[in-house]
């Protein structure tokens, strides 16, 4: 049985208006937009989401001097029993917890994902 299901990708970035509106273009996507964090979603539910971050430094590809700044939400029903299976395939929760629909943890190699009721 799976813990989580519908991976959704979130891109760090200075403008997530102005991004989602890029990308919504491109893909012919919904967007909404609100003041620090923007959606673009696909007639048949697929979405990509867009984080403000400040200050915000754009990667450097393919050099890794700064790498590619991204992470996954992946939602679950419930955050309490779905902690407890992350953490036991090998997931760190992350100290800074900004939020109470979804919790942040860190993969084995370090990179940021959370999970979300929602």
Known sequence: MAIARFPSIVLDCPDPGALATFYGK?????????AD???IRADYG?????QQVDPYTPPVWPDQEVPQQ?????I???LDSAEAAVLGLGATKHD???????RVFLDPAG???????N
């Not at 990179?111 to 009721?117: A, I, Q």
Request: aromatic share 12%; hydrophobic share 45%.
């Open 46 to 50: 697929q979405c990509i989401s867009f």
């Open 26 to 34: 491109l893909l012919d996507w919904k967007v909404d937009i609100s």
């Open 37 to 39: 964090w923007a959606d």
């Open 111 to 117: 990179h940021p994902f959370c999970l979300c009721v």
């Open 76 to 78: 679950v029903d419930d």
């Open 96 to 102: 800074h917890q900004p939020g109470t629909t979804f």
């Open 70 to 74: 991204m992470h996954l939400d992946v």
